[in-house]
């Protein structure tokens, strides 16, 4: 045996563990297990066909290699997308730090202050650039997100009488190509009329209900856009503004002119491009609409001791809540890249950010006048970072991509120029000779910088922005880093104990999948260079598809969505395709078990689909018979199923295949959520058990870290009638042959984060794959077995076995006075992060603790919870001063002087003895939800601020 294996070193439990787990199990065998947890009929007769696994120091060598296909030209295409320097102290602390990338999304707020004050800021951040009132903590990228303002505008719409009803949208035909596509993709199934136009031709009509511009336009031009606003507003027609983050610091706030929504990507705050992503789309609003932002929002509130602290607000909006109401099903955002670029911020403070921006725009200026003096014609009056050339393209393209110099060439009499924060003045006097050659002239030869204006006045930025003292204070490295390290220590990740949070798969996230994003030459390409240049990308891009087609047993993938959710809307979007290629307009009817993820819904109304819920029996599976009637009764216009395996009730229902060929009978699809896929991948697929249409969330079962709440990949693989319609790129030809239009900004997503999941399938291989399946039910129903006798399991299997995850009921608990939510806040005093809270079964936790985790840490877990069991037992409904309803218990409380509380503060903080060996203290008390909505904060005032108003 290779010890040095990878699957050694991802998987948890040693051999001899797994005997012993076995054993408690009252199995003989992991096979035996296996035979009593998965049905017989859905078992895959042969494994995977995937190549022999490598060592982690062959992948390396490999993914090196692979790198050096692909060509970083100097790049100049723009179009959303910039080279710029990600500081390395940045890289360094948060990037390629696990105790920032490997935590999950903020729900217990107690244990994250840390990413919630980063996120804050970066929320503070898009304020102040935009002029806003309101901004979130980041959505999937600028053409998502410019979607998303499309349907925050249309519904708001119906509470201006004036508007109801109407459904125009008007969209500047200066708006990025990619965008374009998106809205075009995101319109249609609501129901909105799309209408391109030139902004200084729009007549204002009372059709429209909203419009959306770009600033500055794709072709580099500023328009005025206040004029614009201005007219807009009096017609009562709301406008969005697609801007340039880094604009903005030279350019009037689109708030201060009033703009309704302003939207944008925040990549080239130090962000690589990553030929696509993943980056943090920002979404800023007016306090009006706070209820129907998108997204989430960080908030500041108030802890059980009246102390400052911050959490997630306004859940309600959210789909988990609103479900087939919800406008938005947006769930994983870009979390890490919004730490990121705040952090970025933080770094270079508005006096940086100016500098930056100025030299930008300076070298941008001193182009033009040398381009204009060497007789070419520049016709962008208003300008920023992009000239725009009238020439002829193809003798400058042909002769620019030979000196290595990527250019973006609208057209064959059109070529634009986009000048970065990397752009150095000998890069600027390599492109005048570029040019200088074209025109067969002597080149112009540039040795200063001088100080440019070339911004109209009326655009001009005169307000302040980055006041707040956190973005004036740590400029020095060792200020940063000092700084980083302690909102880092306030949250608790994977690098302190395990996350076993049900359906969401927190896994090892291992350094060497994680080590190829530092490298040049993957990070620092365009999404939209021409193929030539990206051969090592679309090598690892065409094996990851393949290596998931194979995964899931289906004919095809494609890597577009940027996350779980949105692949779900991709794929409905390619089953209702598929269905109006067969002339059946009319299919809208989409199933949806009760016990769904709440972006099952959310996603199908998105889609243009109408839900219609089918019942769960007792036993939590899906009632077949309800599901036959439905299916039935709706058969004339049935579109899809939609369903997850094995169940969200952590359950792998036998009768599946009896449902897909349910569906199948009455003409529609079906769509398997793939969120539960690390119960399948090497024993069972969703082909196999009669699915069209899957997606994959590689950020859960494909091993890309959470990042505190982003970035993901959701994938979907699809069968063979479903491949035509595979979403497409305006730019970069991808998808299928009758491909549905984008689906993300980017063609293949968020290519660079793709590497972590095809490294992680190249190390394992096939059989380690399977493996690691297998360990995750195993590890399951230890804790099931080991939680026997102090909690209920809700469901099981017909053989009474866990899937790879399960649900405690706690519902009982409710007679001693103690919720869910207590035994939640208890875990952080025991060191760790509770289970999912309330999905799918209010009242309950939902414990996966996958493959990864070790028998060790499985056994301190269990022990935790059995102790609050014993806790729970020992406290009555009538005195709620007891150290479940107190927990977390903070540092501050345990050292003060005096102590009343009726435990002792051993109890309180070191209730088992592994806890004194390595404390993790909640930074705040148990915070106060409830008055953070009602006194909505969403940016880095002090709260004294608002308490004395
Ligand atoms: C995580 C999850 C989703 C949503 O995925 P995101 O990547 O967060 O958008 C959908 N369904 C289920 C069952 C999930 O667990």
Redesign the pocket.
């Known amino acids: 045996m290779n010890t040095n294996a990878f699957a050694l070193r991802h998987i948890g439990p040693r051999e001899d563990d797994q005997n012993l787990m076995l054993k408690t199990i009252g199995v003989d065998s992991l096979d035996q297990l296996i035979y009593e947890t998965i049905p017989d009929d859905i078992r895959l007769k042969n494994g995977l066909n995937l190549d022999e696994p490598m060592t982690e120091h062959e992948y390396l060598l490999h993914i090196h290699e692979l790198s050096k296909k692909n060509k970083a030209y100097k790049t100049y295409i723009g179009l959303g997308y910039h080279p710029t320097i990600l500081p390395a102290v940045i890289q360094r602390n948060i990037l390629e730090n696990p105790g920032w990338y490997t935590a999950y999304t903020p729900y217990q707020a107690e244990i994250a202050q840390g990413r919630l004050e980063a996120l804050l800021n970066f929320q503070t951040m898009v304020i102040d650039l935009t002029g806003m009132e309101i901004a979130n903590a980041s959505l999937l990228d600028e053409s998502t997100a410019a979607a998303e303002a499309m349907s925050l505008l249309f519904a708001v719409r119906e509470r201006d009488q004036k508007k109801a009803g109407v459904n125009k949208f008007f969209i500047s035909d200066n708006i990025l190509p990619q965008t374009l596509s998106l809205l075009q993709t995101r319109a249609n199934p609501i129901g909105i009329e799309l209408v391109v136009g030139k902004e200084d031709e729009f007549n204002f009509s009372t059709e429209f209900f909203g419009a959306i511009l770009q600033y500055p336009g794709k072709d580099g031009q500023i328009t005025d856009i206040k004029s614009f606003i201005s007219k807009a507003n009096d017609a009562r027609i709301k406008v969005a503004v697609a801007a340039d983050i880094l604009s903005l610091v030279k350019l009037e706030a689109p708030g201060k002119f009033g703009a309704d929504v302003v939207i944008g990507t925040t990549q080239r705050f130090g962000i690589p491009m990553g030929y696509g992503g993943p980056h943090a789309a920002y979404f800023a609003t007016k306090e009006a609409y706070k209820r129907d932002l998108p997204g989430r929002i960080i908030g500041v509130t108030k802890d059980a001791n009246g102390n400052r602290a911050l959490r997630m607000a306004l859940q309600t909006r959210e789909q988990h809540i609103k479900r087939d109401k919800a406008t938005s099903?947006?769930?994983?955002a870009q979390v890490l890249l919004a730490v990121m670029a705040s952090m970025y911020a933080v770094y270079h403070g508005p006096k940086g950010l100016k500098f930056i921006a100025n030299k930008v725009h300076n070298k941008t200026a001193l182009l033009a006048n040398a381009l204009e003096k060497l007789g070419y014609k520049q016709i962008n009056t208003s300008y920023f970072d992009t000239l725009q050339i009238k020439t002829k393209a193809k003798k400058i393209k042909k002769l620019a991509t030979e000196k290595k110099v990527n250019l973006f060439y609208p057209d064959s009499e059109t070529v634009t120029i986009s000048v970065n924060e990397t752009t150095a003045i000998r890069d600027i006097n390599y492109l005048i000779s570029v040019f200088a050659e074209a025109a067969k002239k002597e080149t112009i030869v540039i040795s200063t910088i001088l100080q440019a204006n070339n911004i109209d006045s009326t655009t001009q930025r005169t307000s302040d922005f980055l006041v707040e003292p956190v973005f004036n204070t740590y400029h020095s490295e060792t200020e940063l880093m000092r700084y980083i390290k302690s909102l880092e220590r306030k949250d608790l990740a994977l690098n302190h104990s395990m996350i076993s949070l049900g359906?969401?798969t927190m896994k090892l996230n291992a350094a060497s999948e994680m080590l190829p994003l530092s490298i040049f030459k993957w990070a620092n390409i365009h999404p939209f260079v021409p193929e030539k240049q990206a051969k090592g990308y679309l090598t690892v891009l065409k094996e990851l598809e393949d290596q998931l087609t194979e995964i899931t047993g289906f004919a095809a993938t494609s890597l577009q969505p940027n996350?779980?959710?949105?692949?779900?809307f991709a794929g409905l979007m390619v089953i209702k395709a598929y269905h109006e290629s067969r002339g059946d307009h009319h299919r809208n009817i989409c199933l949806i078990p009760s016990s769904?993820?709440g972006?099952?819904p959310a996603s199908a109304v998105m889609a243009g689909m109408k839900v219609v819920v089918t019942k769960s029996t007792d036993e939590g599976n899906i009632d077949v018979d309800d599901l036959r009637e439905k299916a039935e009764l709706h058969k004339d216009n049935l579109s899809c199923l939609m369903v997850?395996y094995p169940s969200?009730h952590g359950v792998y229902e036998s009768a599946i295949k009896e449902i897909t060929k349910i569906i199948h009978d009455n003409g529609g699809q079906v769509y398997m959520?793939g969120?539960?896929m690390n119960a399948q991948v090497g024993l069972t697929n969703p082909g196999n058990i009669g699915a069209d249409v899957c997606?994959l969330?590689l950020?859960?079962t494909f091993a890309i870290p959470h990042g505190g709440g982003?970035p993901?990949v959701?994938p979907i693989c699809v069968a063979k009638q479903l491949v035509p319609f595979l979403p497409g790129n305006p730019i970069i030809k991808t998808g299928g042959d009758q491909a549905i239009t984008a689906i993300s900004s980017a063609p293949f997503g968020s290519a660079l984060a793709c590497l972590i999941s095809y490294g992680y399938i190249k190390m394992l291989g096939a059989e380690g794959l399977t493996e690691s399946t297998k360990i995750a039910i195993l590890n399951a129903n230890y804790i099931k077995k080991r939680l026997e006798g102090s909690f209920d399991t809700l469901y099981s299997g017909e053989r009474g076995r866990a899937a790879h995850e399960m649900i405690v009921d706690c519902r009982p608990f409710k007679a001693n006075g103690i919720e869910v939510t207590d035994i939640a806040k208890r875990l952080m005093d025991y060191g760790f992060h509770a289970p999912t809270v309330s999905f799918p079964v209010a009242g309950t936790l939902m414990i996966e603790p996958t493959e990864s985790e070790s028998k060790a840490e499985i056994d301190r877990f269990c022990d935790a919870m059995i102790s609050i069991k014993k806790e729970i037992d020992s406290v009555s409904k009538d005195d709620e001063n007891n150290v479940l309803k107190n927990a977390p218990h903070t540092l501050e409380m345990i050292t003060a002087n005096e102590w009343y509380l009726p435990y002792s503060r051993e109890t309180a903080a070191f209730p088992l003895d592994y806890v004194k060996e390595n404390k993790f203290w909640p930074s705040v008390r148990r915070v106060d939800d409830a008055y953070g909505d009602r006194n909505l904060i969403c940016s880095c005032i002090p709260i004294e601020a608002y308490v004395e108003a």
Do not use: V, Y
Request: aromatic residues 0%.
């Open positions: 099903n947006i769930c994983t359906s969401c996350s779980g959710a949105q692949g779900e769904a993820h972006t099952n997850t969200t959520d969120a539960n997606h969330n950020h859960k982003g993901g959701g």
